[in-house]
């Protein structure tokens, strides 16, 4: 929701249809001021995560969630909303650091990809609920309707249990014993709880750090594929496309509004996030995400094409103005299907337990990073070409993001996360191997 309010809300604040008016530019920084807040909640999340435990940080995050709807509700002027989203973006941080790692953790192999992509489709579902609010209530009262999610956040989760990989970790066999029984709902977890602890057992003969990111190289094929996929996330505009929903569809007003053309495309996007989610666990994740890159990229170009010619030609438009909301419905449509859930998925199976604190907390801040540089990127060209650069290069993007996935990007359906750290091992010995005997041979 917080991701979702400058869509609606930062045009009225340009505008002065507000208590108080910001400029162009300070509607774009405040914007993109929760992608910088992210980056310091990453940073911190991946430090304490193993110290704290993955329950107490996400109870945690609800206060600053709550504190910063508090400073957007009760603002008079945009210096306290600047606190407000840098709070929510260092909460944010801390979110997509820590729950792909717990979700990894207490799901089965069998419905992993179902539990790991309800976390997008959640984000969907405060963006759409966000948008709606928007459309017929100022930002205040918005702001103090929102604030009940992370006030619930913080009254039930502390009934959940910790994850058993945290309770491993610190040698509390009894409790990983109990935290399983809840999660699968038997008594008998006595093998799952043996595998898990021998497989962090040789792990803690190595002891986790930043460095092993790059010096082991499954870790290192890890980051290279969470990278990838994350930065491919951003570069597609998605997030962009997020904060600037209404200044897009306004494009093609007089045929819809744009609040209601915003409000149907997070309601398309929640409805095929919701489909993907509970197809991901038996079609895999590399078909759904070639499938996604491939319709995502064709997306952006149909639209790139109308604002040039919109723009830059003489041709008439008029009758083709339903193009900005048909395209980006196709768009969400065929990105909600691959890339808007399994990057973030991948997230929590693809790290060993010794160093995912520090690699979804990396993966997060460089995804911020990318993030903000995208929707700079977009304010700044839209503004001084047209809107038809960004999305032109949003297709680019998506374009080599398709050889990357076919490429590199791993099978992890089915596959329990210690098979999944040993395909990444053996991979590396074999590649090793290969190259050892192609250079003896040479």
């Known amino acids: 929701m917080h991701m979702g309010w400058p869509s609606t809300y930062v045009p009225v604040l340009v505008e002065g249809n507000y208590t108080f008016q910001i400029t162009s530019e300070e509607g774009s920084w405040l914007t993109v001021m929760p992608l910088i ?41 945009s210096a306290l909303m600047f606190v407000g989203r840098f709070l929510a973006g ?47 209530l100022p930002l205040d009262t918005a702001a103090h309707i929102s604030v009940v999610v992370p006030v619930l956040l913080l009254i039930i989760f502390p009934w959940m249990p910790e994850s058993p990989y945290f309770y491993l970790m610190k040698g509390n066999m009894a409790e990983a014993r109990k ?32 460095f092993q990111l790059f010096t082991v190289k499954s870790n290192r094929k890890g980051m290279i594929i969470t990278l990838g996929l994350r930065g491919l996330q951003q570069l597609s505009g998605t997030t962009t496309i997020i904060y600037y929903a209404n200044t897009i569809f306004n494009e093609s007003k007089g045929f819809i509004s744009p609040s209601f053309s915003t409000i149907i495309y997070f309601t398309v996007q929640l409805f095929f996030a919701v489909i993907a989610s509970f197809t991901v666990d038996f079609s895999g994740r590399r078909p759904l995400l070639i499938i996604s890159t491939v319709g995502t990229a064709l997306s952006l170009f149909v639209n ?36 808007q859930t399994i990057p973030i998925l991948i997230l929590g ?31 700044w060209t839209n503004e001084a070409y047209g809107m ?36 990444l091992r053996e991979k590396s010995k074999v590649r090793y191997a290969r190259r050892t005997e192609e250079t003896r041979l040479y």
């Open 37 to 77: 807040g992210a980056i310091i909640g990453a940073f911190l999340t991946g430090l304490i995560v193993n110290m704290f435990g993955r329950k107490t940080l996400i109870v945690f995050s609800s206060l600053p969630f709550i504190a910063s709807w508090l400073l957007v509700a009760f603002a008079k002027s």
């Open 90 to 136: 260092t909460a944010d941080g801390l979110s997509f650091t820590i729950i792909p790692m717990y979700l990894g953790e207490i799901a089965e192999p069998k419905i992993r990809g179902l539990l790991g992509s309800i976390f997008p489709v959640t984000i969907i579902l405060g963006l759409l609920l966000i948008n709606i609010l928007g459309a017929f």
């Open 179 to 210: 935290s399983l029984q809840t999660f699968r709902g038997v008594e008998n977890v006595s093998v799952e709880l043996e595998r898990v602890s021998n497989e962090l057992e040789k792990l803690k003969q190595t002891e986790g750090s930043v």
């Open 304 to 339: 790139g094409v109308y604002f040039y010619l919109k723009k830059c030609t003489n041709v008439d438009t008029t009758e083709a103005d339903f193009i900005p909301i048909a395209a980006l419905l196709c768009f969400v449509v065929l990105f909600s299907i691959g890339l």
């Open 349 to 379: 199976e693809i790290f060993s337990t010794d160093v995912k604190g520090f690699a979804l907390s990396l993966v997060d801040i460089y995804a911020s990073v990318v993030g903000t540089i995208v929707a700079k990127y977009f304010h």
């Open 388 to 423: 038809h650069v960004p999305f032109l290069t949003f297709a680019s993007c998506c374009i080599i993001g398709l050889f990357f996935i076919i490429f590199y990007v791993p099978e992890t359906k089915g596959k329990t996360l210690e098979d999944i750290q040993m395909e």
